[in-house]
């Protein structure tokens, strides 16, 4: 019995001196003859040092391609090596046979336009005889002799094959004569495979048809796996624990882990809690492994479905199954589509047979596309009464007036039973977050920190926001956000309704200021003093930015009281403004009132170049008209957006107030409320500034007063005319000297 090794090479390419070139032969059979190297090449060969070296395993086994060999030939020409099978089994060895095909000095690579070489082996495998039943006689000759059976005809007696089931025929021939089932097939007779439910058929093949599961993959029907205790089935349903929802990892199904205890499922999602924890589908602010929702309680809601036909004549009924008892107020809503129209279209309900109302009496429509809704609020009380905790049968029965077929197509009408269930902690705004939650996460305000979100106090009335900042006002109070002068825990803005009047625009209505006594009031007519004498008025802006040629900034002061003296505009800026044209336009209400940093101001100031500006007071007025004041900020267009990192600008706005009464003395109060002495300006000391006010008012003998403000003649005579001659003369000045201590 003979049989022939072959094997090639890929073509090999290039051809050259010093380019080796390798084909390596993967555990070639030992060779029983000659071995026969049959090389292919087509280079350049013609010459005295053309040729190739022949290396198998790094030893030299000869050369092909002598001199005269043509060079560059298409189809390339052979050459043959023959090799004893001694010399190549010695020098392969059992192993990889590595044959390496060096050209000589000679052989140029770019001699052809293309070069290669390849290399078959071929020779007749060494045979040895088997005697695998060892009767020292061979296989092939037992089987010759009919000593032996080869149902196969492979060469090997039948008694040395596989019989997994012992009946002295090989599995092979079992399985193809028919006698064994071979289902999988994977060569084993279905009587040598494991058949763990005895049902006559392997297990892979009850697997194969879908008879049997394997949820694990373990290649043993899952009956097996749970009768045998391989895998428990703590629910009794078939189905190995292992195959089932184990969220919480610790080998028991979820199912069980409910059923057992072991778990809480406080929402009723059939997952435990713990798992909805870990998962993220619950929250758990309060890390106490009890899930929010449960804590916090949540918002039952159960729906009928579309009920129909709706028509006279043919009352719908649903059943809610066991609700649960309610502890706010119960919703009941009706969603409708039909012949609803008309006053005497309307639909009677009632639950569990007591009438709650009549629906769709007014405001419905026939057949729209947005179906009718109504609304009824029960009590918790009277829901509970009703329902006497089982279920809930709402019946809906429309008047004989409501026609389904006539007037829609389709009609219908559905109900939704919904009502807020509490938890474990309080939940005051319904929505699924204990309230200590919400208040450590800011998610809701809790100013007087008393645990209760402050949304939920305004909405029982147990707190107030009169001036409605969503604060509550015990806050704006505490925070001195709101004043209470009473104190009478309410904020001073809405003690007084209606009142607007702010005339030192302190935020704070006259009236207030006067009667918690933050202004004084000495004519008794309801306006502070200060307003009546004139007050230093002053508003000033953030630094705003950018400010360069592209982009003007603004400053609106709203309803600023009137100018009683020139305004000044004072104005900080950092930006491009060292050269006369750079430079800020500025105008109030549109009406320009002139330029600043047009000279002296530099580049990137750090801190702020300030310049200042004057405005009339006539003009300020007459910008102004009662309303508010927008002070525009217009960069020229020199000012380069590209010279500064950062720029910017600021004003201040500042001015004195129109003045209502006289205020000679500059004492802040009407002369009208104080008695001019000597001290004029009532400070209980005659000293410099009141010698300053007599130099004011001295004219001379005879000589009315004429000080620098003409309403203040008459204050000069009270103060100074000791005499009562109708003048302030030196003998006044002498009378004044006794009291004057400067």
């Excluded at 000095?105 to 060494?126: F, M, N, R």
Aim: aromatic share 6%.
């Amino acid at each position: 019995m003979t049989e022939t090794f072959t094997d090639s090479s890929d073509v090999l390419s290039p051809v050259g001196a010093f380019i080796l070139q390798t084909h390596v032969i993967l555990n070639p059979p030992l060779a029983g003859g000659d071995v026969m190297l049959t090389f292919f090449a087509s280079a350049n060969l013609n010459g005295s040092g053309d040729f190739v070296e022949i290396y198998i395993n790094g030893v030299y086994q000869g050369y092909v391609f002598p001199r005269g060999t043509p060079s560059c030939a298409i189809p390339p020409v052979s050459d043959t090596l023959v090799l004893p099978a001694s010399v190549f089994n010695d020098t392969v060895g059992g192993g990889h046979a590595t044959i390496d095909m060096r050209p000589g000095y000679g052989v140029d690579s770019l001699w052809c336009a293309e070069s290669s070489i390849a290399v078959t082996t071929s020779y007749e495998k060494l045979h040895f005889s088997t005697d695998c039943n060892q009767n020292q006689t061979p296989d092939e000759c037992d089987i010759r002799d009919d000593v032996s059976l080869d149902c196969q005809t492979n060469g090997i007696p039948d008694e040395c094959e596989t019989d997994c089931n012992g009946n002295g025929v090989p599995d092979d021939c079992d399985i193809r004569d028919e006698q064994s089932l071979d289902c999988q097939p994977n060569g084993i007779p279905d009587d040598c495979e494991p058949d763990c439910n005895e049902n006559g058929v392997a297990d892979s093949c009850d697997l194969a048809s879908g008879l049997e599961q394997d949820c694990n993959v373990n290649s043993i029907p899952d009956s097996c796996d749970i009768s045998i205790g391989g895998s428990p089935d703590c629910n009794d349903d078939g189905i190995p624990d292992d195959c089932q929802p184990d969220c919480n990892t610790n080998g028991i199904t979820d199912e069980c882990d409910l059923t057992s205890g072991a778990s809480e499922d406080c929402n009723g999602n059939d997952n435990p809690d713990e798992c909805d924890i870990s998962d993220n589908s619950s929250a758990d602010c309060n890390t106490n492994s009890i899930p929010d929702e449960c804590e916090a309680g949540y918002m039952f809601i159960s729906s009928s479905g579309p009920l129909s036909p709706l028509e006279g004549g043919h009352p719908l009924v649903h059943r809610f199954v066991d609700p649960p008892l309610a502890v706010h107020d119960v919703s009941l809503t009706f969603t409708a589509h039909g012949d609803l129209a008309s006053p005497l279209e309307n639909i009677g309900v009632s639950l569990n047979g007591d009438v709650l109302g009549t629906l769709f009496e007014i405001g419905a429509d026939d057949c729209v596309l947005s179906p009718d809704v109504e609304v009824i609020i029960m009590s918790a009380e009277s829901f509970n009464t009703a329902i006497a905790g089982g279920d809930a049968v709402i019946e809906m029965v429309p008047t004989e007036h409501v026609d389904a077929d006539g007037a829609c197509q389709e009609s219908y009408i559905s109900v939704t039973l919904s009502h807020y269930i509490p938890g474990l902690h309080d939940d005051c705004n319904f929505n699924g977050v204990p309230d200590e939650c919400d208040v450590s996460s800011n998610a809701s305000a809790d100013c007087n920190t008393n645990a209760i979100p402050d949304e939920c106090e305004l909405d029982d009335g147990t707190a107030q926001d009169c001036n409605g900042n969503f604060r509550l006002d015990e806050c704006d109070i505490v925070s001195g956000l709101s004043a209470d002068c009473q104190p009478n825990g309410i904020p001073d803005e809405c003690e007084v309704e209606g009142l607007d009047a702010d005339c030192n625009r302190n935020n704070i209505p006259d009236e207030m200021d006067i009667l918690c006594f933050t202004s004084s009031d000495c004519q008794v007519n309801g306006v502070p003093d200060e307003c009546e004498v004139g007050f230093i008025f002053t508003s000033a802006s953030n630094p705003m930015s950018p400010m360069d040629a592209t982009a003007s900034q603004s400053f609106r002061v709203t309803t600023p009281p009137p100018a009683g003296s020139d305004v000044e505009l004072a104005f900080t800026a950092s930006g491009d403004l060292s050269r006369t044209s750079e430079y800020v336009d500025v105008s109030i209400n549109g009406t320009a009132v002139g330029s600043v940093f047009v000279t002296g101001a530099a580049d990137c100031a750090i801190p702020p170049d300030d310049d200042t500006l004057i405005v009339p007071v006539a003009v300020y007025n007459a910008a102004v008209d009662t309303g508010d004041v927008l002070i525009e900020m217009i960069p020229s267009v020199g000012v380069d957006p590209g010279i500064c990192a950062e720029t910017s600008i600021a004003v201040t706005i500042r001015y004195t107030t129109v003045s209502i009464s006289a205020d000679c003395n500059d004492s802040g109060v009407p002369d009208d409320c104080e008695s001019l002495g000597v001290d004029f300006d009532v400070n209980g000391a005659v000293d410099l500034i009141d010698y300053r006010f007599l130099e004011n008012c001295l004219a001379g003998s005879g000589v009315a007063p004429q000080p620098g403000t003409p309403v203040c003649g008459a204050a000069c005579l009270s103060g100074f005319d000791g005499d009562n001659d109708g003048d302030v003369d030196l003998r006044d000045a002498a009378a004044f000297i006794p009291a004057f201590s400067p």
